[in-house]
């Protein structure tokens, strides 16, 4: 019995050893191996202080994530919370199609403003993905209403490389310019011609 008790000790050690690795006894941080974590779990490896109880709702993940001109923005969103999500080793493509329970917390502290900004504290959230009773998804809400940045506080030019505009030129958004794509290098007062 007491051999029994001893292995249990070892590798309730060794499972602790590698959840903190050797960081210190640093927290973990997310890795692409996550979506087996329970929310819970997730969220104390994480360094927010976040208001005790969730928002949960259900979300239905598109499975077109197109962006076309003149229609509600929707792909667009979800492209860019996979950009977020995947700093934090979650693929939402995986998603596509299905329905998932978003979980947001409020950060209690907020997120500080960028540049000159910076000493100002802004209403954020952390919103979760989960399915099935695991994290499948995460980022970060800035302001309430922004989508992004990470939970790593990268933003898209940090995670990328590109601005927002290089990045959706990048991705082929907004090429589409509907039927009236030939207006498009005319100059204003060409513009204005053509309209009357």
């Excluded at 974590?37 to 005790?52: A, H, M």
């Excluded at 709702?57 to 076309?68: G, I, R, T």
């Excluded at 003149?70 to 199609?97: I, M």
Aim: hydrophobic share 40%; with cysteine; glycine share 10%.
């Amino acid at each position: 019995m007491a051999r029994r008790q001893f292995i249990m000790i070892v590798l309730t050690c060794l499972l602790l050893f590698l959840n903190t690795g050797c960081n210190g006894g640093k927290k973990a941080s997310p890795t692409i191996q996550s979506s087996i974590w329970k929310p819970e779990v997730f969220l104390q490896t994480l360094d927010y202080k976040v208001q005790s109880q969730p928002d949960k709702f259900l979300v239905d993940v598109p499975q077109d994530w197109e962006v076309k001109l003149g229609e509600y923005p929707e792909g667009l969103y979800w492209r860019l919370a996979n950009v977020f999500s995947k700093d934090a080793g979650f693929d939402l493509t995986t998603l596509k199609g299905s329905d998932v329970e978003a979980w947001r917390y409020s950060l209690v502290d907020g997120l500080p403003g960028s540049e000159g900004q910076s000493g100002f504290s802004y209403p954020s959230n952390l919103i979760l993905l989960v399915q099935s009773g695991n994290t499948v998804g995460a980022w970060l809400e800035f302001n309430v209403q922004s989508v992004g940045p990470s939970i790593k506080k990268r933003s898209l030019t940090d995670i990328t490389g590109l601005t927002f505009d290089e990045w959706t030129e990048r991705e082929g958004l907004f090429a589409d310019a509907g039927e009236n794509g030939d207006l498009a290098s005319l100059g204003h007062f060409e513009l204005l011609d053509a309209f009357f």
